[in-house]
């Protein structure tokens, strides 16, 4: 049996691996995902920073540090965090889904069709399906992460609910907007964004994996 199909025996590996990986690359990117967020309510919203001399990206970057200096800790670098353990609390459950659901997906393909290899829209559907499935899961983290990042911004979130912990943000969408209206909201058109995305990541993958030698991906 080759490490290939042995692997494929403990679906398990891939959920935790998948898991791992997203919070890793979560962790390091976080601080971009903020300041993109900030950037893109702020020119909708306010276009405040575009007639300043230093650019929208250093005066968000700015506030973000004046953010993290007036937190309890007055660490500069906690301001292009916040919102960061709701997205890894989702992260792991999307990454992990995602994974697991690819490689089931394909496993089942593999013994519908009696072969081990399955042909590229077929994993380009696995990869759709699993992103979709990640994405529901993970979907109400999200929303809480984009709250967190942006209320210190706007005027219609109270700041109380969002710096005091995820399950006051919890309450307080919930009380607001109601469980499906609130943490859903906007899940169905995120799928097409998400679910291709993943479907194409997938696609790719397993395309390079099946070019060069065994190991090197």
Known sequence: MSSEHAVDSWPWRKLLAGSLAGTLAVSVTYPFDIIRARITYDIAHHKKYLQKDDGVFKNTVSQLSKEGSISQSKIPFRGFYQGFVPTILGIIPYAGVSFFVFESSKQYLRKLNNSYDISPVQIFASGLFAGAMGQTV??????????????????????????????????????????????FSGLSINYVKVAPASGVSFLVYETLKNKFPEGLI
């Open 138 to 183: 993970a979907y109400p983290f999200d929303v809480i992460r984009r709250r967190m990042q942006l209320y210190r911004i706007t005027e219609h979130l109270p700041a109380h609910h969002y710096n005091s912990g995820i399950k006051n943000a919890i309450k307080s969408i919930v009380k607001t907007h109601g469980w499906m209206k609130g943490v």
